[in-house]
C-alpha cells in the first residue's frame, strides 16, 4: 500500500468574470488539471498470485481559492478535496473505483451556487470495469494476438484523443481494437446529471442538472514511422429540454469532425501536434431576443498546432522548449460566446465554435478558446539535474498572448467590441522533488489586461502545495 498526503498551502485566484457557477467551472478545470499532473495515481501493488494483484492508494488535498468578480468583489473558498482508490488486477480483468470526499467552505454569503458549506457530491467519482483482449492472452497464453481488443464500462473520465472537443466525466461503454494498421476506439456516454457543470452557463439549473449524450469514434493510422495521423468524430445531443416560464427555449445539438497528427518531425529533437476541428449542428437562437426563437445552424471550427523543440546539447538538462497556437472560430452577432442567452441572433448562422474539452490557455484568465486566439510559448528544464538536493527541481515559464479572432465577436471574458488585442499572460511553474516521498509544486500566474479588456488591474494566481507520500 502506498497513500500520498496533499497539503496545499496556498491557492489563490483572481478571475476578470466570476458569473457565479460558470467562471468557478472554468478555473475548477484548470485546477484538476494541476492535480492530475501532479498526483498521479500511486501504489506498489500487494501481490495475490502470480497474476492477480491489489493496488490502492490516495491522497488529501487541503486547498483556498478567492475569485474577483467583475464588479471586483471577492468571494473565498477553502476546500478539502480526498481521494481514495483501488484497483483489481487479473489477467486481462481491471476492476477500479475511487472516493472522493470534498467539503466546501465559504465565507458568509460566498456560496457560488447558494448551497452553503457542504459535502459535495458524488462521493464515488469513479468505478469501472475493464478487459484487455491482449493482456488476457499474454497471461493465459503467453503471446501477443494479432489482433487486440478491449472494452470499458462504468464512470470514468473521456479525454477523448486530443481532449480539445471533449474532457468530461461520463457515464459510457468504451471500447477498440488495435492490429498491425490500425486503432480504432469507439464510446458512448452520458453525463452525470446533478455532478455536471454545462457549458451554458444561462440555462437554469446547469450547476445540479446537465443531461448530455455524447458519442464518438476514431481512427488512427500506425504504419507511417514518426508519425500517428488520425481522424475523429464526436456527437452531442442536448437532452435537457429547459424551457423559461415565458416561452424561451435552450437547446445546443453538435457534431464534431477532426482530423490530425502527431509525431517527430526530426528524431527525438522535434516534435508536433496538428488538428482542425469542424463543428456543425443546431443552435437554438437568442432566449432574451426576437420571438419566436429559431434554430440555426451551427457552422464553426477550431485548430490547434503545437510544436516542441528538445535540444540535443541540453538533453542532460532535460530542456524543452514549445510553441502552441490555439484559435477557435467567433460570430460577431452572439452578446456571449457560449450562452443561450446573449446568444445567437435568431436567423443567422452560429459561428461560435463551443465544445466541451479542455485546452491550457493560461492559469490567470484561463478564457474559452471561442473566438479567441492564444499564443503559447513555453520553456522547461531541469538545471541541476545530478545535485543531491536540487536535482528533482523542474522550472517552467509559458508566456500567452490573447487575441479575438473578430475585433467585434465576444470571448468568455468581458471585452469591447472593436478592439481585438486582449492581453498577455505569463505562467511561471515550479516542481520539485525533494525525495522519493517528497514533492513540492509552485505555480503562480498573471494577466496584464490589453486594450480589448475594460479593467486594466492585472489578474493573479497562485498555487503552492507539498505531498508526503507512505
Given at each position: 500500500?502506498?497513500?500520498?498526503?496533499?497539503?496545499?498551502?496556498?491557492?489563490?485566484?483572481?478571475?476578470?468574470?466570476?458569473?457565479?457557477?460558470?467562471?468557478?467551472?472554468?478555473?475548477?478545470?484548470?485546477?484538476?488539471?494541476?492535480?492530475q499532473a501532479h498526483y498521479e495515481r500511486v501504489?506498489?501493488?500487494?501481490?495475490?498470485?502470480?497474476?492477480?494483484?491489489?493496488?490502492?492508494?490516495?491522497y488529501v488535498t487541503l486547498a483556498g481559492l478567492t475569485v474577483d468578480g467583475e464588479d471586483r468583489s471577492t468571494r473565498v473558498l477553502r476546500q478539502v478535496d480526498g481521494r481514495f482508490w483501488a484497483e483489481g488486477r487479473l489477467r486481462g480483468h481491471t476492476l477500479y473505483g475511487r472516493?472522493?470526499?470534498?467539503?466546501?467552505?465559504?465565507d458568509t454569503g460566498d456560496s457560488f451556487t447558494g448551497a452553503g458549506d457542504e459535502l459535495v457530491n458524488p462521493l464515488s467519482d469513479r468505478y469501472w470495469y475493464r478487459f484487455d483482449w491482449g493482456a488476457d492472452q499474454r497471461a493465459e497464453e503467453g503471446v501477443d494476438p494479432s489482433l487486440d481488443w478491449w472494452v470499458q464500462i462504468g464512470r470514468q473520465y473521456m479525454d477523448w484523443v486530443s481532449g480539445l472537443v471533449l474532457s468530461e466525466?461520463?457515464?459510457?461503454?468504451?471500447?477498440?481494437?488495435?492490429?498491425?494498421?490500425?486503432?480504432?476506439?469507439?464510446?458512448?456516454?452520458?453525463?452525470?446529471?446533478?455532478?455536471?457543470?454545462?457549458?451554458d452557463g444561462s440555462r437554469p439549473n446547469f450547476t445540479s442538472?446537465?443531461?448530455?449524450?455524447?458519442?464518438?469514434?476514431?481512427?488512427?493510422?500506425?504504419?507511417?514511422?514518426?508519425?500517428r495521423p488520425y481522424v475523429y468524430v464526436v456527437g452531442q445531443d442536448d437532452r435537457n429540454d429547459t424551457m423559461l416560464g415565458g416561452g424561451g427555449t435552450f437547446g445546443y445539438d453538435s457534431t464534431y469532425v477532426a482530423v490530425g497528427s502527431t509525431g517527430q518531425i526530426t528524431t527525438g529533437q522535434w516534435l508536433y501536434r496538428a488538428e482542425f476541428i469542424w463543428e456543425f449542428g443546431d443552435s437554438t437562437s437568442d432566449v432574451l431576443g426576437t420571438f419566436p426563437q429559431t434554430v440555426d445552424d451551427i457552422q464553426a471550427w477550431a485548430a490547434r498546432f503545437l510544436v516542441a523543440f528538445l535540444p540535443p546539447s541540453l538533453r542532460h538538462r532535460g530542456m524543452r522548449?514549445?510553441?502552441?497556437?490555439?484559435?477557435?472560430?467567433?460570430?460577431?452577432?452572439?452578446?456571449?460566446?457560449?450562452?443561450?442567452?446573449?446568444?445567437?441572433?435568431?436567423?443567422?448562422?452560429?459561428?461560435?465554435?463551443?465544445?466541451?474539452?479542455?485546452a491550457n490557455t493560461g492559469l490567470a484568465l484561463a478564457p474559452g478558446f471561442a473566438h479567441l486566439v492564444a499564443v503559447r510559448f513555453g520553456a522547461s528544464a531541469l538545471p541541476w539535474r545530478g545535485h543531491r538536493l536540487l536535482g528533482g527541481m523542474r522550472v517552467g515559464v509559458d508566456t500567452f498572448l490573447y487575441a479575438k479572432t473578430d475585433d467585434d465577436a465576444p470571448i468568455s471574458v468581458t471585452t469591447t467590441s472593436g478592439e481585438g488585442f486582449v492581453g498577455v499572460g505569463v505562467d511561471l511553474i515550479l516542481s520539485w522533488i525533494l525525495t522519493s516521498d517528497v514533492t513540492f509544486d509552485l505555480r503562480y500566474g498573471i494577466f496584464v489586461p490589453g486594450s480589448a479588456v475594460p479593467n486594466k488591474d492585472p489578474l493573479h494566481f497562485g498555487y503552492l502545495g507539498v505531498s508526503y507520500g507512505f
Amino acid at each position: 500500500m502506498r497513500i500520498c498526503l496533499v497539503g496545499v498551502l496556498l491557492l489563490f485566484a483572481t478571475a476578470a468574470s466570476a458569473q457565479d457557477p460558470e467562471t468557478i467551472a472554468r478555473f475548477e478545470r484548470t485546477f484538476e488539471e494541476i492535480r492530475q499532473a501532479h498526483y498521479e495515481r500511486v501504489g506498489s501493488g500487494t501481490t495475490l498470485t502470480e497474476q492477480a494483484r491489489l493496488l490502492y492508494g490516495g491522497y488529501v488535498t487541503l486547498a483556498g481559492l478567492t475569485v474577483d468578480g467583475e464588479d471586483r468583489s471577492t468571494r473565498v473558498l477553502r476546500q478539502v478535496d480526498g481521494r481514495f482508490w483501488a484497483e483489481g488486477r487479473l489477467r486481462g480483468h481491471t476492476l477500479y473505483g475511487r472516493l472522493r470526499l470534498n467539503y466546501q467552505n465559504f465565507d458568509t454569503g460566498d456560496s457560488f451556487t447558494g448551497a452553503g458549506d457542504e459535502l459535495v457530491n458524488p462521493l464515488s467519482d469513479r468505478y469501472w470495469y475493464r478487459f484487455d483482449w491482449g493482456a488476457d492472452q499474454r497471461a493465459e497464453e503467453g503471446v501477443d494476438p494479432s489482433l487486440d481488443w478491449w472494452v470499458q464500462i462504468g464512470r470514468q473520465y473521456m479525454d477523448w484523443v486530443s481532449g480539445l472537443v471533449l474532457s468530461e466525466t461520463l457515464y459510457a461503454l468504451r471500447t477498440g481494437a488495435e492490429g498491425r494498421s490500425l486503432r480504432v476506439e469507439g464510446f458512448v456516454g452520458v453525463t452525470p446529471q446533478t455532478s455536471t457543470i454545462d457549458f451554458d452557463g444561462s440555462r437554469p439549473n446547469f450547476t445540479s442538472d446537465t443531461d448530455r449524450l455524447f458519442w464518438g469514434v476514431s481512427v488512427e493510422y500506425l504504419r507511417l514511422p514518426g508519425h500517428r495521423p488520425y481522424v475523429y468524430v464526436v456527437g452531442q445531443d442536448d437532452r435537457n429540454d429547459t424551457m423559461l416560464g415565458g416561452g424561451g427555449t435552450f437547446g445546443y445539438d453538435s457534431t464534431y469532425v477532426a482530423v490530425g497528427s502527431t509525431g517527430q518531425i526530426t528524431t527525438g529533437q522535434w516534435l508536433y501536434r496538428a488538428e482542425f476541428i469542424w463543428e456543425f449542428g443546431d443552435s437554438t437562437s437568442d432566449v432574451l431576443g426576437t420571438f419566436p426563437q429559431t434554430v440555426d445552424d451551427i457552422q464553426a471550427w477550431a485548430a490547434r498546432f503545437l510544436v516542441a523543440f528538445l535540444p540535443p546539447s541540453l538533453r542532460h538538462r532535460g530542456m524543452r522548449f514549445e510553441v502552441e497556437v490555439l484559435v477557435g472560430s467567433g460570430d460577431d452577432d452572439r452578446g456571449h460566446s457560449s450562452q443561450t442567452a446573449g446568444g445567437n441572433t435568431s436567423g443567422t448562422k452560429d459561428e461560435s465554435f463551443n465544445a466541451f474539452g479542455y485546452a491550457n490557455t493560461g492559469l490567470a484568465l484561463a478564457p474559452g478558446f471561442a473566438h479567441l486566439v492564444a499564443v503559447r510559448f513555453g520553456a522547461s528544464a531541469l538545471p541541476w539535474r545530478g545535485h543531491r538536493l536540487l536535482g528533482g527541481m523542474r522550472v517552467g515559464v509559458d508566456t500567452f498572448l490573447y487575441a479575438k479572432t473578430d475585433d467585434d465577436a465576444p470571448i468568455s471574458v468581458t471585452t469591447t467590441s472593436g478592439e481585438g488585442f486582449v492581453g498577455v499572460g505569463v505562467d511561471l511553474i515550479l516542481s520539485w522533488i525533494l525525495t522519493s516521498d517528497v514533492t513540492f509544486d509552485l505555480r503562480y500566474g498573471i494577466f496584464v489586461p490589453g486594450s480589448a479588456v475594460p479593467n486594466k488591474d492585472p489578474l493573479h494566481f497562485g498555487y503552492l502545495g507539498v505531498s508526503y507520500g507512505f
